[in-house]
């Protein structure tokens, strides 16, 4: 089965500065990622998608600038949350998708808790 | 938006089999349908997926009604660490960018000693 590592699984940081949650799929190629953010009690609402070598599509309401993508491997997806504010604060996760289909059972990460202060 | 509807939450004994109905009434030809559970603070599990036809794997049943209007997921047995939220989703299969995994709200299962 699809084998996915997201990393870190939980952070602090201070208000103002970056965080980086990197994302790998271990054993596919993932043409392309997707990005979700939930909050409590909330389901998980999709941020951005990206393809391999390509810009990512932000959903509405997401600050592309805020939330930065980087997806310039088939195994590696990287979201930098930058000049991060308490509002920020929510369980991120990402689910690479392989290019080559059918393909049924999606495997998400296991998500970063990011809690600014 | 989300193109399921699913009851917010549902109780059920432990042992007892736990049926979680989801309507997906304006589903395409070649949609199927998939379920995961989340449960607190980790990624989604998937579960099981379907066409048309009915499934089952190891893990749980998926029954899909004939006009695919709507499904519903047994869990057999339900245990303690079953006590999830359960999502139906519908989607292409090999979507790609350009079909969204959009998730609804969910059913909270809780499983009762």
């Known amino acids: 089965g699809a084998v996915v590592s997201q990393h870190p699984s939980r952070v602090i940081c201070k208000s103002g500065t970056s965080v980086k949650i990197e994302c790998r799929s271990l054993?596919?190629?993932?043409?392309?990622m997707f990005w979700y953010r939930q909050f409590p009690k909330k389901s998980l609402m999709l941020m951005a998608t990206?393809?391999?070598?390509?810009?990512?599509?932000?959903e509405q309401g997401v600050e592309k600038d805020k939330f930065l993508i980087n997806h310039a491997s088939l195994t590696l997806s990287t979201l930098t949350v930058t000049s991060a504010h308490p509002e920020d604060s929510s369980f991120y996760i990402c689910?690479?998708?392989?290019?080559?289909?059918?393909?049924?059972?999606?495997?998400f990460g296991s998500g970063t808790r990011l809690t600014v202060v | 938006d989300a193109k399921t509807t699913q009851p917010p939450s549902m109780d059920c004994a432990e042992g007892r089999a736990a049926n979680l109905p989801c309507n997906h009434s304006t589903i395409s030809g070649n949609e199927y349908v998939y379920w995961y559970r989340q449960i607190h603070s980790q990624g989604p599990q998937y579960i099981i997926h379907g066409l048309k036809n009915n499934e089952t794997n190891e893990m749980a049943s998926l029954i899909i009604t004939e006009d695919r209007k709507s499904s519903t997921l047994i869990l057999p047995h339900a245990t303690l660490r079953d006590t999830a939220v359960y999502y139906c989703i519908v989607r292409v299969v090999s979507g790609g960018s350009n079909y969204k995994l959009t998730f609804g709200k969910g059913t909270l299962l809780t499983v009762n000693p």
């Open positions: 054993d596919f190629q993932a043409t392309t």
């Open positions: 689910m690479p998708e392989p290019g080559t289909g059918p393909y049924y059972g999606y495997t």
């Open positions: 990206s393809n391999e070598g390509s810009k990512a599509t932000y």
